[in-house]
C-alpha cells in the first residue's frame, strides 16, 4: 500500500518483518523479493537518490540503453506495492535498537512535518550516497549537463568518453589520481580544481608528464547545447574545449540514521558486509553504494536480492511449519 500522512496510522501498530530506509535500485529489489515471500516490508523513500539522476542506463542487461533511471524506479516501485509492500516518502531521522525490533522515525513532509516511528524486526539500509556536484551561482546550468555528458561514475560511462577531450573535475588533490585511470579511456583529460584545492609540484609534474593541463581558476559557467558539452568557461575568462567529463568530487553518504546503532563495522563511511549483504549486526543488512564494495546499478539489484532471501530463511527457520492438516492421520496428529 502507498501510505501518506493521511493513512499511515494504520501500519503504526504493525511490526513490519523489515523496514527498507531508501527507495533506489538496492531498496526496492529487496522490497520485491521481501513482498514476494510473504514478509511484511516498508520503503521509506525520501526522494531524489543517486539512480534518480542517471539520464540513461547504458550497462544494465536487458534494457534499452537510453532508459532513464527514474523510469525503472517508478515501474519497479508499483511491483514492490502490487506484490504487497507499503511505500512512504519520508527520510529516515533516527534508528533505535529496541532488543527484538527497530523503532524507525521518519519526518514526513517538509512542511508541518511529522514524526511516526515505524517498527520492524530486520533493517535494510538501502538509503546510497549522493554524488557532490560543483557549485555554481547558476546550479541549472550544472544539471543541464550532469548525467548526461558530464558524468560522476568512470565504471558506467568510461566508455562513452573514448577518445572525447575530456575534463575531470575534483576538489582535492588525491582526487586527481582518477586521471590516470581515465586515460584507459581517453588521453584527452584536462584537469579543473574549481578553486578549491592547492596542487603540490609532485602533482603538477606527473600530469605534465601524461600531457594533461592543470586549470585551478572556479569554473563560471558550462557550454553547449541540447545537454551536450562543448567546454567549460572559467572565472579568469579560460575556455576549456571539452565534449565530456568525469566530476570526481567526492559523495555524501545517507548513512546518519545508523550512527547510534553499536556493533556496526565501518571501512570509512561504509558498512562492512558478508556475502549475504548482512552487517556485523544480525538484524541489519546493508545494500547498494552504502556496504563496502563496487557501487553499480547491477550489483545493487543483487545485493538487495541476497538481503531479502537471508531474511527471509532466518524468518521461515524461527517459524512453525505450515501442515496439510486434513491429511494428516487422525493417529499422527495426535502424536
Wanted: hydrophobic residues 40%; contains cysteine.
Amino acid at each position: 500500500m502507498k501510505l501518506s500522512s493521511k493513512n499511515l496510522e494504520s501500519r503504526l501498530n504493525t511490526i513490519y518483518d523489515a523496514i527498507v530506509v531508501g527507495g533506489g535500485m538496492g531498496g526496492l529489489s529487496a522490497a520485491i523479493y521481501l513482498a514476494r515471500y510473504g514478509l511484511k516490508c516498508l520503503v521509506v523513500e525520501k526522494g531524489k537518490g543517486r539512480s534518480f539522476w542517471m539520464q540513461e542506463l547504458r550497462n544494465y542487461v536487458g534494457i534499452d540503453p537510453t532508459t532513464p533511471g527514474r523510469e525503472i524506479l517508478n515501474h519497479a516501485t508499483k511491483q514492490a506495492i502490487e506484490w504487497g509492500a507499503d511505500f512512504l516518502r519520508g527520510y529516515v531521522e533516527e534508528v533505535v535498537d529496541e532488543g527484538e525490533t527497530f523503532a524507525v522515525k521518519v519526518k514526513v513532509g517538509k512542511q508541518n512535518s511529522i514524526y511516526p516511528v515505524f517498527r520492524s524486526k530486520y533493517l535494510i539500509a538501502a538509503s546510497g550516497i549522493i554524488d557532490i556536484l560543483p557549485q555554481l551561482d547558476d546550479m541549472q546550468n550544472v544539471y543541464d549537463y550532469a548525467g548526461y555528458t558530464l558524468h560522476v561514475c568512470m565504471i558506467c560511462d568510461g566508455y562513452d568518453m573514448w577518445d572525447q577531450k575530456s575534463v575531470l573535475i575534483v576538489a582535492n588533490e588525491s582526487q586527481i589520481n582518477a586521471a590516470f585511470v581515465l586515460n584507459w579511456f581517453t588521453p584527452y583529460i584536462s584537469v579543473l580544481t574549481h578553486g578549491l584545492c592547492k596542487v603540490s609540484e609532485e602533482m603538477r609534474r606527473k600530469l605534465a608528464e601524461y600531457g594533461f593541463p592543470l586549470y585551478e581558476a572556479p569554473i563560471a559557467r558550462f557550454v553547449g547545447e541540447n545537454h551536450k558539452l562543448k567546454g567549460v568557461e572559467l572565472v579568469d575568462g579560460t575556455f576549456v574545449e571539452a565534449t565530456t567529463g568525469l566530476i570526481n568530487m567526492g559523495s555524501i553518504y545517507h548513512n546518519q540514521y545508523l550512527k547510534g546503532i553499536k556493533g556496526l563495522q565501518w571501512d570509512g563511511e561504509n558498512l562492512v558486509t558478508n556475502e549475504m549483504c548482512q552487517t556485523s549486526h544480525e538484524r541489519i543488512f546493508a545494500v547498494g553504494d552504502l556496504k563496502k564494495g563496487l557501487n553499480q546499478v547491477a550489483v545493487a539489484v543483487a545485493d538487495g536480492a541476497l538481503a531479502a532471501t537471508q531474511i527471509w530463511r532466518n524468518i521461515r527457520r524461527q517459524s512453525p511449519p505450515r501442515k496439510w492438516v486434513e491429511n494428516i492421520p487422525p493417529s499422527l496428529s495426535a502424536v
